[in-house]
Nanobody, 123 residues
């Protein structure tokens, strides 16, 4: 069993920045690929970014590429999402997720999901 707890969300004006954190607990957490997804009201959950266990491979959704950066600290079993130059379209509930397969995670398949942290970007 793996538990995920997100934090760092909030209200920010367009052009601002936020740093999301996701702390994972569980004996296998450090062996999993980790990633971020988001879901806006009335829309389906969408992929944002993923990172391999070793941190050497990352993937980003086109809308966030160049603005968001995913990273992880395996010593702390934590994954981060640095979000810069935020725009109103980034407004959503952001979820942290883990999966033993990074390629599966990229496709939206996850073994565990966090509760989510709200990000709201005002114009």
């Amino acid at each position: 069993q793996v538990q995920l707890v997100e934090s760092g969300g909030g209200l920010v004006q367009a052009g601002g920045s936020l740093r999301l954190s996701c702390a994972a607990s569980g004996r296998t957490a450090s062996n999993y690929a980790m990633g971020w997804f988001r879901q806006a009201p009335g829309k389906e959950r969408e992929f944002v970014a993923t990172i391999s266990w070793g941190g050497g491979n990352t993937d980003y959704a086109v809308p966030v590429k160049g603005r968001f950066t995913i990273s992880r600290d395996n010593a702390k079993n934590t994954v981060y999402l640095q979000m810069n130059r935020l725009i109103p379209e980034d407004t959503a509930l952001y979820y942290c997720a883990v999966h033993i397969s990074r390629t599966s995670l990229i496709r939206g398949q996850a073994d565990y999901w966090g509760q989510g942290t709200q990000v709201t970007v005002s114009s």
